[in-house]
């Protein structure tokens, strides 16, 4: 963990606060100063907003969303369909639920949907919008 104590302002990397409000944070919540900064370290280290094209979303449980998504992983496009869930701060965190497959994967996935629908006997036929969203 990267921190910078400078004067009246305790920093990490991503976001300076003043020293009042952390310390006022710890006392309100009886932790040490040092824990505070540890979370709010990990929240800033989260993974970020997806920066490929969203296909598809619906709402999942209270504060998760599925997603479809296509984006660019270490320079391959891969599908990506995952539960996201809404963090402390409102935005958006991608979960463990999920799977990410290279595109040229997504007709054996579509088998195995396929497969799951034919043994199960179940079946949205309601019809996705264009975009998905």
């Known amino acids: 963990m990267e921190v910078l104590v400078m004067s009246d302002v305790v920093a ?10 952390l310390q ?6 009886g932790i040490p100063l ?11 280290r989260g993974k970020p907003e997806p920066k490929g094209r969203i296909v598809y979303a619906a709402p999942w449980n209270t504060g998760e969303e599925l ?5 660019t992983f270490r320079g391959c496009d891969v599908a990506s369909i995952r539960v996201w869930y ?3 701060a409102g935005g958006w965190r991608p979960g463990k639920k999920g799977i990410n ?3 040229d ?3 054996l996935v579509e088998k195995a949907v ?5 043994v199960t006997g179940t079946r949205d036929d309601e019809e996705v919008e264009e975009d998905g969203i």
């Open 67 to 71: 997603r479809a998504s296509v984006e």
């Open 86 to 88: 809404q963090d402390d």
């Open 12 to 21: 990490t990397r991503l976001d300076p606060k003043p020293r009042s409000e």
């Open 105 to 107: 994967r997504l007709p």
């Open 34 to 44: 040092a824990d505070v900064l540890r979370e709010r370290v990990r929240r800033q």
């Open 101 to 103: 497959c290279g595109l």
């Open 114 to 118: 396929a497969a799951i629908f034919a």
């Open 24 to 29: 006022a944070e710890a006392e309100r919540r």
